[in-house]
């Protein structure tokens, strides 16, 4: 039965990659907000807007890269090595937070040159896992992928639950000094070397040829040539992606809604360990059921946990967990199962150029979505998720009317 055909080698072990690359991110990345309010405990009214910045020029500029890497990874056929390049990146990049004590302008700048790493690898990694996938298992090899992830970013936040409840404050309920952070910093790095190394164990595929193609095609750079579906189905992620804030924001509304650090972190634990546990089985379903269903229901639940995120107060904040838990359910309804969409909408001759274009069309957009963010905070913190929840119902609307699917 195709049901149970085997993952192709080069899925599994772009899955460790992105297993071990995740420990490392997410050992960190629970502590952003933390740590910036930390190094600014001065100025502690531009945390938000400073978060935004950072954030948004992080994601939005670096997501520049995905569609050209994208295009040329088609041109030049080649997925491995930007791969490796892309993740040896953002594992260096760690080293620059060592600098952040002299501000905070460190900080953007290692998340900048982390995310222009994933710019680089994203695209060529996913047509990789594509390439060596047949059709109707593409969900599967997608939320493996996801589910790797989650699960490398499950590990990676419980590390740091764990350091952090050792080091904590209990009168501010943060980290007692910087030497705390300074140790996860370091440690971060081990993981993300492991992870690049399962890459030179990748082998490259061939790209099927059109039957009778003379030469070969170009990729196909023009999304106004692309199919009316991929079309509307990027536009759908303009409006959800503008609402769609850094998961920083959510960190900092658990934490100003009473939640003690090492609180916030396990709730980020639990929606880690949630999305790692479904995407591979949401991922399998979407290739029987289809994948519009799916994202449909996924960015529903996304609408419903941004409005309760707006009106939970300091008296009902233990609602929290039952919402950073249907995080995690968005997550695996949909993540994997996004590009999964978009590979099996575009011209086989354009899948990276295709995926650089959604992770380019997301990416950018972060910044206006994470500047706006913070902007809304600033002046009431319940604003940026009633706006992301309104986003969202837009994006649902948009698939759910207007996109077809083709059949898997």
């Not at 992830?149 to 350091?163: H, K, Q, R, S, Y």
């Amino acid at each position: 039965m195709k049901a149970q055909q085997k993952l192709d080698k080069n899925v599994i072990l772009t899955g460790f990659t992105s297993f071990f690359t995740d420990v490392s991110s997410e050992m960190l990345y629970p502590l952003i907000h933390a740590f910036v309010s930390t190094i600014m405990a001065a100025q502690r009214t531009l945390v938000g807007p400073i978060l935004g910045i950072i954030e948004g020029i992080a994601e939005s500029t670096a997501s520049l890269l995905k569609v050209f890497v994208g295009y040329y990874s088609d041109r030049w056929e080649k997925r491995k090595t930007p791969a490796i390049a892309g993740y040896s990146l953002s594992a260096f990049s760690k080293l620059l937070l060592f600098a952040a004590s002299f501000g905070w302008i460190f900080v953007l700048i290692s998340r900048f040159l982390d995310r222009v790493g994933k710019g680089i690898r994203t695209a060529p990694r996913d047509a990789l896992i594509s390439e060596s996938t047949p059709p109707d298992m593409q969900g599967k090899a997608f939320g493996f992928q996801r589910a790797m992830d989650f699960a490398g970013a499950f590990v990676g936040a419980l590390i740091c639950f764990v350091i952090v409840n050792h080091y904590l404050d209990p009168s501010t309920g943060n980290l007692a000094n910087l030497t705390a952070f300074y140790f996860l910093f370091a440690l971060s790095i081990i993981p993300a070397l492991l992870g690049v190394g399962f890459l030179f164990f990748v082998t490259e595929k061939k790209v099927a040829r059109i039957k009778g193609a003379a030469v070969k095609l170009k990729p196909n750079i023009n999304i106004f040539k692309y199919d009316k579906n991929l079309k509307l189905f990027y536009i759908s992620q303009i409006f959800f992606t503008l609402g769609n804030s850094s998961n920083q924001f959510l960190l900092l509304r658990t934490m100003q809604l009473g939640h003690a650090l090492t609180t916030v972190i396990l709730m980020y634990v639990l929606f880690n360990l949630i999305t790692s546990t479904l995407s591979s089985s949401f991922g399998s379903l979407s290739d029987r059921i289809g994948r519009k269903k799916l994202l449909v229901v996924g960015y529903s639940i996304y609408a419903i946990i941004y409005l309760a995120f707006g009106f939970i107060s300091t008296e009902t904040n233990y609602l929290l967990w039952l919402f950073w838990p249907l995080y995690g359910l968005y997550y695996a309804l949909t993540e994997g199962i996004e590009k999964a969409f978009v590979s099996q909408l575009a011209p086989p001759d354009s899948k990276a150029t295709a995926l650089g274009i959604y992770h380019t069309v997301v990416g950018l957009l972060l910044l206006p979505a994470s500047i706006i963010a913070g902007a809304l905070f600033s002046k009431l913190p319940e604003l940026p998720f009633l706006f992301g929840s309104s986003m969202a119902l837009i994006a649902v609307c948009t698939i759910a009317i207007g996109v077809k699917e083709t059949a898997v």
